[in-house]
């Protein structure tokens, strides 16, 4: 599939609406959610962190820390991810499913139309985009936790800020990109996949768009591991190293 995606392209001029399309319908359309979903969160996981060490001799940056550590590292780029195998996974493979159903790729075929490349590859220039979202939702979710712990008196602004900045590592960044890129790929291509090979009339729409996003998500986690048993072990290697040579 990926193969013949990349393969015979349309049009530019027709191509670049339908790029555009997806990216309204995928990307922008979704930052509403994002946002209300990360802020709230961010909120949750900066009081239940500041009731948790209620102990006087922890020093309050530790909630920010926690907050700003939870949301970059795993909340933004994964959870995320799997609310979105929801939401933009069931979108694209009902709407290719939907299209096999009614005939209209194969009407597209017999007009000598790569329709792989005319339904899919708009999907996945779009999702690129993706780790824009992502940032957005780091950025409200910890800004979330700053209202909360704020507005409910657990620590000072000045705390809150000095334990953003505590012990940060740009690589923690890094990572949570090259995990979001990936969990892009799959978003755009798993749902794809279910769609197109979709079998049966209007009533495997509904039966494909769940098995999508139940493999969809069942794919984001087991890349996360991977990806985290890579990365993280090999950035704490290095630094061990690089202490030891020090």
């Given at each position: 599939m990926?193969k013949k995606?990349f393969?015979k392209?349309?049009?530019?001029n027709?191509?670049k609406?339908?790029i555009f399309?997806?990216?309204d319908?995928?990307?922008i359309?979704?930052?509403?959610i ?6 709230f969160?961010?909120?949750v ?7 948790n ?30 609310i979105?195998?929801g939401k933009?996974?069931?979108y694209i ?17 017999v ?6 490349n005319y ?6 220039i779009?999702?690129?985009l ?5 940032t957005?939702s780091m ?6 936790g700053y209202?909360?712990?704020i507005?409910g008196?657990?620590s ?5 800020v000095?334990?953003l900045q505590l ?5 923690h ?6 995990k ?27 039966k494909s ?17 991977f ?5 993280l ?14």
């Open positions: 990926i995606t393969g392209f349309t049009k530019w027709v191509l609406g339908l399309r997806e990216i319908d995928l990307i359309s979704s930052t509403g994002i946002s209300f979903l990360s802020f969160v961010g909120g996981v900066a009081i239940q962190t500041a009731i060490i209620e102990n006087p001799l922890l020093p309050k940056n530790l909630i920010a820390f926690t907050t700003r550590q939870s949301i970059i590292l795993e909340f933004a780029p994964t959870f995320i991810s799997v979105m195998a933009v996974g069931s493979t009902s709407s290719i499913g939907t299209m096999r159903v009614t005939e209209q790729i194969d009407a597209l075929e007009m000598g139309v790569n329709t792989y339904l899919i590859f708009p999907k996945i779009a999702l690129t993706y780790p824009f979202l992502i957005i950025f409200v979710g910890i800004f979330g209202v909360a712990c507005s008196g657990f000072s602004p000045a705390e809150f000095e334990g012990d940060f590592r740009p690589f960044v890094t990572y949570a990109f090259i979001t890129f990936t969990f892009a790929m799959l978003l755009a291509t798993i749902p794809s996949y279910h769609g197109f090979y979709m079998q049966g009339g209007a009533l495997e729409v509904g768009s769940t098995t999508s996003f139940i493999w969809t998500s069942v794919a984001i986690i087991t890349a996360n591991s990806i985290t048993n890579i990365l072990t090999w950035s704490e290697l290095k630094i061990y190293t690089n202490h030891l040579m020090e």
